[in-house]
Every structure is written in structure tokens, then in C-alpha cells.
């Protein structure tokens, strides 16, 4: 069962927020993580965002995909809405990331992100967002506007005790890198996204 084990204030370039770390014992160094912002009322339904891990869109901003670009997108939204970002250590759709160097070696043949998975003997997609409700009942969370675009995100919550208030885009235009990844979103894992952004 995971558990709070640190938080503190940490100032960013989006604002404040507590930063909160999730983990079965405090030796675990990949803990999951609630980034909550300042000004977010516990009383009223609370703006969440279950974002995953991408080393590669976040730290080195690749342009592959658009992760990045939707975490600073969801830490903006929360410093002037309220909320909370869910962190979860689940890099590469949960594959890790020498498995997603793998699949983008076989993208640069041609394959698109499903079919390299696929290739390499590994999920579409083999994340768990269940741990995002745990921490969600951890913080006394009871109703929540998710921010997202994927129907398995909402149906995570739907299934679970956290009341769905209602859901919120989250969508970054496309750019000449990312289009494929964003149309196989879509196509295949049913992403609701706005064609006219690919």
C-alpha cells in the first residue's frame, strides 16, 4: 500500500506546489507523485491530471511526442485553477525507457508506436492508473474534472469511488515529428482528440 513519504513547497516556474511523494517504503527512489497546487479547495470538484512519465519529452524535449508540452500545460492549468497533477512513474506507457529507445529505433523503420511495442514482444500500453486513484483517496479527493484525452483515464475513474464531475482537453497541436504518434492516438487507443491538430 502506498503511502505519503515527504513533502514539501516547491517553487516553479508555473508557481507553488506541494509536492508529494507516493511509495510503498521511503528506499523506494522512483516514488510516484501529487503536485498540488496552492490555491486548490478540497471542498469543491478538484481539476486532476494523471500525467506518466517521459524522460525524453520532458526533460530533453523531444518532439516525438507531446508529453512535455501536457505537463506544462496541466501545471499552468492548476496554478490558476486549482488542482492536482498525478505523477506517475510509468515511463514509456509503463515499458521503461531503454524498452522506448528500443521502439523508436523500430519507429525510424517505419513502424508506428504500437507496432514497435508489439514488435518487441511488449503491450500497446501496459500502465495502471488504479494507483493514481489510490493516491487521489489518500488526499481525501471525492470528485474531480480530468484533465484529459484518453478514455481509459476516465473509465479508471468511473470504475473507481472518485465521482467523475467532468472531463477537461487537454490537446497540443500537432508538429512535423509528433503528427504520426498523435493519429496513432487516436486510431488506435481511441484518444479524443481534434483532428484539425494533427
Known amino acids: 500500500m502506498i503511502t505519503i513519504q515527504a513533502e514539501a513547497n ?7 506546489f506541494r509536492m ?3 511509495a510503498e ?36 524535449h523531444s518532439q516525438k511526442c507531446e508529453c512535455g508540452q501536457q505537463l506544462d500545460a496541466a501545471m499552468k492549468y492548476m496554478h490558476e485553477n486549482g488542482g492536482i497533477v498525478v505523477y ?3 515511463e514509456g506507457r ?12 523500430l519507429q525510424e523503420k517505419g513502424l508506428d508506436t504500437v507496432q514497435a511495442n508489439l514488435e518487441l514482444g511488449l503491450p500497446a500500453d501496459d500502465r ?23 478514455p481509459e483515464k ?12 467532468s472531463r477537461v482537453p487537454l490537446q497540443i497541436p500537432a508538429n512535423d515529428n509528433s503528427r504520426g504518434y498523435l493519429q496513432t492516438k487516436k486510431d488506435f487507443f481511441g484518444h479524443l482528440l481534434d483532428g484539425n491538430d494533427i
Not at 516547491?10 to 507553488?16: D, F, L, Q
Not at 478538484?46 to 500525467?51: G, K, L, Q, T
Not at 493514481?132 to 484529459?148: Q, R
Request: glycine residues 6%; contains cysteine.
Open 10 to 16: 516547491v517553487p516553479t516556474e508555473h508557481g507553488t
Open 20 to 22: 508529494i511523494a507516493f
Open 25 to 60: 517504503n521511503a528506499e523506494d527512489w522512483m516514488p510516484h507523485m501529487a503536485i498540488v497546487a496552492e490555491n486548490t479547495d478540497f471542498t469543491q470538484p478538484i481539476n486532476v491530471r494523471f500525467h506518466s512519465e517521459c524522460i525524453t519529452g520532458e526533460v530533453f
Open 88 to 90: 506517475l512513474r510509468q
Open 94 to 105: 509503463n515499458i521503461g525507457i531503454i524498452n522506448k529507445l528500443r521502439a523508436y529505433s
Open 128 to 150: 495502471n492508473f488504479g494507483v493514481a486513484i489510490d493516491i487521489l483517496n489518500n488526499l481525501g479527493v471525492k470528485k474531480i474534472n480530468l484533465l484529459t484525452n484518453n
Open 154 to 165: 476516465v473509465r479508471f475513474v468511473q470504475e473507481s469511488n472518485i465521482e467523475l464531475n
